[in-house]
């Protein structure tokens, strides 16, 4: 008699072990069937972020390529400034000779116009405050084509990434 108890016993838990691997079964299916809506969206949301990716990067280097242009145009500028500093300081100490002396010593906020002719010493302070101005912003334009680089550098990485993580799915 406790044979046969044992022997229902058992084929009672069989029972329920093969109920349970149904049940299990059906909810993988149920739940494999809901993760591929989900990795469908997951996939489209990759393909816009690396779309948008690109897009930014493109624009970053055309960016860059305008940026090195007008480096390259500025210091075209500032070479013919420096021409006409030379010209100018050359003119400023045939004509002032004497003077030569008291401009260094002059402070830039001090300084004080009394001719209201445009002479060479004038247009030569003009003309280097004009540089200095050109210099820092060509000094500017390096720093920011230098960032450009940077993060066009990142942005390459992070889609390299983002491709073999995608891939090793």
Same mark, same amino acid.
């Given at each position: 008699?406790?044979?046969w108890?044992l022997?229902v016993?058992?084929l009672?838990l069989i029972?329920i072990?093969?109920?349970? @691997?149904?049940?299990f079964?059906?909810?993988?299916?149920? %739940?494999?069937?809901? =993760?591929?809506p989900?990795?469908?969206?997951? =996939?489209?949301h990759r393909?816009?972020?690396?779309? @948008?990716?690109?897009?930014?990067l493109?624009?970053?280097?055309?960016?860059? !390529?305008?940026?090195e242009?007008?480096?390259?145009?500025?210091?075209g500028?500032n070479?013919?400034?420096?021409e006409?500093?030379?010209r100018l300081?050359?003119? #400023? =100490?045939s004509?002032?000779?004497?003077?030569?002396? !008291?401009?260094?010593e002059?402070?830039?906020?001090?300084?004080?116009?009394?001719? #209201?002719? #445009?002479?060479?010493?004038?247009a030569?302070r003009?003309?280097?405050?004009?540089r200095e !101005?050109?210099?820092s912003h060509i000094? %500017?334009l390096r720093s920011?084509a230098?960032?450009?680089?940077?993060n066009?550098?990142?942005?390459?990485g992070?889609?390299?990434?983002?491709?073999?993580?995608?891939?090793?799915?």
């Amino acid at each position: 008699m406790l044979d046969w108890i044992l022997i229902v016993g058992c084929l009672a838990l069989i029972m329920i072990l093969a109920q349970l @691997s149904i049940v299990f079964q059906k909810r993988a299916g149920q %739940m494999r069937l809901r =993760q591929q809506p989900l990795r469908s969206r997951i =996939q489209a949301h990759r393909e816009k972020i690396r779309n @948008s990716a690109q897009t930014v990067l493109k624009a970053a280097e055309v960016a860059l !390529e305008e940026i090195e242009f007008s480096i390259q145009s500025l210091s075209g500028f500032n070479i013919a400034i420096d021409e006409a500093v030379v010209r100018l300081k050359a003119e #400023v =100490q045939s004509q002032h000779p004497e003077d030569e002396e !008291e401009d260094e010593e002059e402070d830039g906020a001090k300084r004080v116009v009394v001719d #209201v002719k #445009v002479d060479s010493r004038t247009a030569l302070r003009a003309v280097l405050q004009h540089r200095e !101005e050109l210099e820092s912003h060509i000094a %500017m334009l390096r720093s920011d084509a230098e960032n450009i680089k940077r993060n066009i550098q990142r942005l390459q990485g992070q889609m390299l990434r983002g491709e073999s993580k995608s891939e090793g799915e």
